[in-house]
């Protein structure tokens, strides 16, 4: 029987690749950048199962958090007064599909040829989760204090830089709109 890590793998393994299909196969933008949420956070929580805490919240924070809510605003900021998003037939459907199987295929083949040298004898992931278990800290203590402390102004300056960009692209876009 599997284990509950191995159940949340497929889950979230499923929940990724389902949340691509979606997106490969939608008309609407607005579900593609859906779909993209759904595939972005599967991954970000099979990043959390593999203990990289770092890699989960950057895949949060700057992919969910930073690039889906620049497309969703560019979305909404340049859809017609109607409100209805753009909706066409994709012109490379077919050879986009038969591409998208033959890297699965591909990626099925090197995971089958490489899984015993690769996942095999890997002693570090009980180790992980004895750790993790017993409370101790994970790869984001340091990393926070760090941020807190020495990384806090450039963190800051990155801030303001990216809201400065939204204001910005959300002020041309209203500029371009009355003309």
């Known amino acids: 029987m599997p284990s509950l890590p191995q159940v949340l793998f497929y889950v979230f393994a499923g929940l990724a690749v ?10 609407n933008l607005l579900h ?5 949420l759904l595939t972005l956070l599967g991954l970000a929580a099979i990043y959390v199962l593999l203990y990289a805490d770092f890699v989960a919240v950057a895949q949060i924070m700057v992919y969910v958090g930073g690039v889906l809510v620049l ?5 909404l900021l340049s859809s017609n007064a109607t ?3 753009v909706a066409q037939e ?11 199987v033959v890297l699965l ?6 995971l089958v040829q490489s899984f015993d040298a690769a996942f095999g004898h890997y002693p570090a992931v009980p180790a992980l989760a004895q750790q993790a278990a017993l409370g101790h800290y994970t790869s984001l ?12 102004l450039p963190f800051e300056i990155a801030s303001v830089l990216l809201l400065v960009a939204l204001v910005g692209a959300a002020a041309i876009t209203k500029q371009t709109s009355r003309k």
């Open 141 to 152: 203590h340091g990393l926070g204090k760090q941020l807190i402390s020495t990384y806090v």
């Open 105 to 110: 295929g591909g990626g099925i083949w090197a």
């Open 18 to 27: 389902g949340g691509g299909v979606w997106l490969l196969l939608s008309k």
């Open 32 to 36: 593609m950048a859906f779909a993209l």
């Open 71 to 75: 497309i969703l605003f560019g979305l």
């Open 83 to 85: 409100g209805s998003f």
């Open 90 to 100: 994709p012109v490379n459907r077919s050879i986009g599909l038969l591409l998208a």
